[in-house]
């Protein structure tokens, strides 16, 4: 049957031009989703166009939603049992239904989804790669201009709708986040865990804002994720402020109590905090929670916050903090202190930032301080007379303690570097985390008996001169400077100086790292790390019980521990005969839903899941580190913090250019200025 006035739909595309096949207006009755093309004769599914489901090669296309012309009804047939077909009724049902809730609309609304202008994706698109690029939003309406200079079709050819101007930069940002956090939640709600990860920062404005991250598990692949939930800001208050803002997000992005397995909170002063109770707090609503600091991020793992009690070190700051003010921008020939210039550079330092800068904690710092001493002494005295700060400093800088004490600095912060390190390893061997803890602290507590190898050798390099205007007394040079304040009191104090910082240093490292938190992190690797497995078969019997029974105990909650302990012996054979995984490789075979140890092992699978939720590696240290940078630099002057978080979402999380769904966005962005959604948020 054919439309009056209209011929027979086009040929189909078969080699055999003998048989001519046309289009049936029958079909349509038959195949409710199909729709044909009289001007281009074509045939299309419209349910398949609607959702736009990518196939298991990453592709949205199929021959229904660019246009068919192979007019047979077998084909039609072969169509509607499709898995791409289901999954786009499934898809389509499941927006009707959110935009029903959402919306209030009972009635049905058309599934026919209207071709997305061009234009409009092309100023997303421009708005999309601005945020991922780091290029301010005043920048956008010249980018655009731009665009059509080179005569970009999308922008020339048609007009977009008013919604679409450069002044609207934020509002569209907050559309295409509002994309990404969707993912994020489907991503949250099929993950058995997630991990938390809580980083405190302050920008220049001294505004303090929680940015927060999750680290989830597929259960389809087994493998993970590291997503930026947001920044948030922060009231000053007590631990509970902090929790209650974490609950706050956890139930905006429907995150269950039961799931939230590890905690990892940065910043020294939420360390502080937690010790007051923000980790008390936050287990009362996770049972399963368990704390773990600043493991992937282990640029804090020596915060000076933690130990500012100790007065000294307020000082030697200070006087640290005006050498780098004074001779920052020195011009002369000395590489000495160029060095200390290029200290700024590498570390990212702004000497303008009303905040705080904590010199003991940076080693490229006071390692410049100690090599361009002798320079800085020689140049401060050559000032003195003329200047009251200079002949200060040089005071300061000659004292014994100070020099002494650069040099406990160049002791201990490598220490705690190399654990840092530890931490960043994509794949990091559980199994040598209580090892290297256990050794870090040891080499504190050795430190205090015998000094470190940078502070031996200076005490080793002094020269010692008696003193003609006070018998028994000598004087102390170094590098041909005399040292200042070398009387034996002085030295005893700085001998309890010496004992009180590692002290300090050292109940920190054992604070972050508590002994149950590495019980359960050596159980993890003892039952999952085939590695640690016996070398023969015969001395597996006994091996890992009590690491299980310490994990069933933690997790009793989500394990059936009798069928645990009865399918271990069989568990470890499996897992002896594996020796080649690692200890990811082995949980992510668990976790799988599909294999057969996820189904033969369901307790296993579940601590495995737990396991991978660990925040650790190097790709969440890289967006923890991205979402402090975007933070610092304020480069967007946003007048509230949900916009700079809105643009953080999409220069941390969002894909490449081309994997971003932008009618998605268009869509989102649209609803929400006809619903007068925005104009509230920025009112």
Not at 3 to 30: D, I, L, Q, V
Not at 537 to 544: K, M, V
Request: hydrophobic share 40%.
């Amino acid at each position: 049957m054919v439309p009056p006035g209209k011929k027979p739909a086009g040929e189909t595309s078969n080699s055999n031009k003998k048989c001519k096949r046309y289009f049936n207006e029958h079909w349509k009755e038959e195949f409710t989703w199909l729709e044909f093309d009289y001007e281009r004769k074509l045939m299309f599914c419209i349910e398949c166009r609607q959702a736009l489901v990518k196939n298991k090669h990453g592709k949205a296309e199929n021959a229904f939603t660019v246009g068919t012309d192979n007019f047979q009804r077998h084909a039609l047939l072969r169509h509607v049992t499709s898995g791409a077909h289901r999954q786009a009724l499934a898809v389509n049902r499941e927006q009707l239904a959110f935009e029903t809730r959402v919306h209030g609309h009972p009635e049905l609304r058309s599934v026919i989804k209207v071709e997305v202008n061009p234009a409009k994706v092309a100023v997303l698109t421009t708005v999309y790669w601005m945020a991922k690029e780091e290029i301010p939003d005043e920048k956008c309406s010249s980018l655009l201009d731009f665009q059509k200079f080179n005569l970009c079709q999308a922008l020339l050819a048609s007009e977009h709708s008013e919604y679409y101007h450069p002044s609207s930069v934020r509002e569209m940002q907050a559309a295409i986040a509002k994309v990404l956090h969707n993912e994020d939640r489907h991503r949250i709600k099929a993950s058995p865990f997630v991990g938390l990860v809580v980083d405190e920062t302050v920008d220049v404005l001294e505004h303090r804002s929680l940015a927060m991250f999750t680290t989830t598990v597929s259960p389809c692949n087994g493998q993970t994720s590291a997503t930026f939930l947001g920044s948030f800001e922060l009231p000053a208050g007590e631990a509970s402020t902090v929790a209650g803002k974490v609950g706050e997000v956890m139930r905006s992005f429907g995150i269950p109590t039961m799931k939230i397995t590890w905690l990892s909170a940065d910043s020294a002063s939420l360390v502080a905090e937690r010790l007051s109770g923000v980790g008390t707090a936050l287990t009362s609503l996770c049972p399963l929670l368990t704390e773990m600091h600043c493991l992937s991020h282990g640029s804090s793992l020596l915060p000076a916050e933690s130990i500012v009690s100790i007065e000294y070190l307020q000082k030697y700051e200070t006087t640290v903090d005006a050498v780098y003010r004074l001779y920052s921008s020195f011009r002369g020939e000395s590489n000495g202190l160029q060095e200390l210039r290029s200290v700024l550079d590498l570390c990212e330092i702004d000497l303008g930032s009303p905040k705080a800068i904590h010199w003991t904690s940076i080693f490229p710092a006071v390692e410049a301080i100690d090599s361009s001493w002798p320079t800085l002494v020689l140049l401060l005295e050559s000032e003195a007379e003329r200047s009251p700060v200079a002949h200060g400093l040089c005071e300061e800088l000659k004292k014994f303690q100070f020099v002494a004490f650069t040099k406990i600095l160049l002791d201990v912060l490598p220490v705690f570097q190399k654990l840092s390190r530890f931490f960043q390893i994509e794949d990091f061997d559980l199994s040598i985390l209580k090892p290297i803890v256990s050794a870090t602290a040891t080499t504190l507590q050795a430190q205090k008996s015998a000094s470190g190898q940078n502070l031996q050798e200076f005490l080793n390099e002094m020269n010692e001169h008696p003193r003609d205007d006070r018998e028994g007394e000598s004087r102390l040079y170094y590098k041909g400077v005399e040292l200042a304040n070398c009387s034996k009191v002085h030295l005893k104090h700085f001998e309890r100086l010496k004992e009180s910082y590692l002290d300090s240093v050292r109940g920190n490292l054992l604070d972050r790292f508590p002994s149950r938190v590495l019980e359960a992190i050596s159980s993890f690797s003892a039952i999952f790390n085939p590695k640690c497995y016996p070398q023969s078969l015969e001395d597996i019997g006994s091996y890992g019980v009590s690491e299980l029974n310490f994990l069933l105990q933690a997790y009793s909650r989500v394990v059936v521990s009798e069928r645990a302990l009865s399918d271990f012996p069989l568990f470890k054979r499996i897992v002896f005969s594996l020796s080649q995984l690692s200890f990811k490789d082995l949980c992510i075979k668990l976790v799988y839903s599909n294999s057969e140890m996820h189904e033969l092992f369901p307790d296993f699978a579940v601590l495995a899941a737990i396991a991978l939720a660990l925040p650790l590696g190097s790709v969440l240290a890289e967006k923890i580190s991205r979402g402090r940078e975007l933070l610092k630099r304020g480069r967007l002057r946003c007048t509230k913090d949900e916009g700079l978080s809105d643009l953080m979402k999409i220069a941390i999380d969002g894909p490449a250019i081309n994997e971003f769904d932008f009618a998605l966005a268009v869509e989102h962005y649209e609803s929400m200025r006809e619903s007068g959604f925005i104009v509230a948020q920025v009112k």
